[in-house]
């Protein structure tokens, strides 16, 4: 928006100081009123040139640098939401009864989704990972196991002790970070097709693992 006021400005000022030249140039005079009529014409198309610069791209950086400002806090607590959700996930989801933790795992995609709309902010918050791609489908997909781990065990959730519902989230979450590898060079370096197989492998491993019972919580 401001460029665009900028270039329009500009051609009003540039257009109008050539006719004021070309006039001069085209009607020489010696005559002191007349070039003093021509400097003031060119003195106020300096100036309104100036005032209408200052008078629109002031307010309007003003405002961009304000918006900036909100967007980037705002994306910082997305990134800092989403990433957190999943660190502290095994501890969260242990104390908690199937449906509530259904419910916060649903709410740990939500702020993935919330995170992954500040698509340039989080390219530079993930430089320390190298791929914000690989950072994303890697959180995805430790959500997902976690998904699947509690929807096959949904019978024997709440018979579980906190302990083994800690091991058992551990345990998917290992699982798909060792298939993304190290910052995610393994997945990166992983064709399409075999992203697909792996991770199919993975998903149907846990939910053909029998359920283990530990003490009752």
């Not at 690989?134 to 998904?147: G, H």
């Amino acid at each position: 928006m401001i460029k665009t006021i900028l270039c329009i400005a500009t051609l009003v000022a540039v257009s109008a100081l050539v006719i004021v030249t070309c006039l001069w140039i085209t009607n020489p005079t010696t005559d002191m009123a007349q070039r003093r009529l021509y400097f003031d014409a060119l003195s106020a198309i300096g100036i309104g040139f100036l005032v209408t610069l200052l008078g629109t791209i002031i307010p309007n950086l003003i405002i961009e640098s304000r918006d900036n400002f909100e967007r980037a806090k705002q994306s910082r607590i997305a990134y800092s939401q989403a990433k957190t959700s999943v660190i502290y996930l095994p501890g969260t989801l242990a104390v908690l009864e199937y449906g509530e933790a259904m419910a916060v795992l649903q709410e740990s995609h939500r702020k993935l989704h919330i995170a992954e709309t500040y698509g340039k902010e989080l390219d530079e918050y993930l430089k320390w990972y190298g791929d914000k791609m690989i950072w994303t489908d890697q959180t995805y997909w430790e959500l997902t196991a976690v998904r699947t781990l509690l929807q096959s065990r949904a019978n024997e959730w709440n018979g579980q002790s906190v302990g083994a519902r800690t091991g058992m989230i551990d345990e998917v979450l290992s699982a798909v970070r060792k298939l993304f590898g190290n910052k995610g060079e393994k997945w990166r370096n992983l064709p399409e097709k075999d992203r697909e197989t792996q991770m199919a492998q993975v998903m149907a491993k846990i939910r053909s693992t029998a359920p283990r019972r530990g003490p009752a919580a």
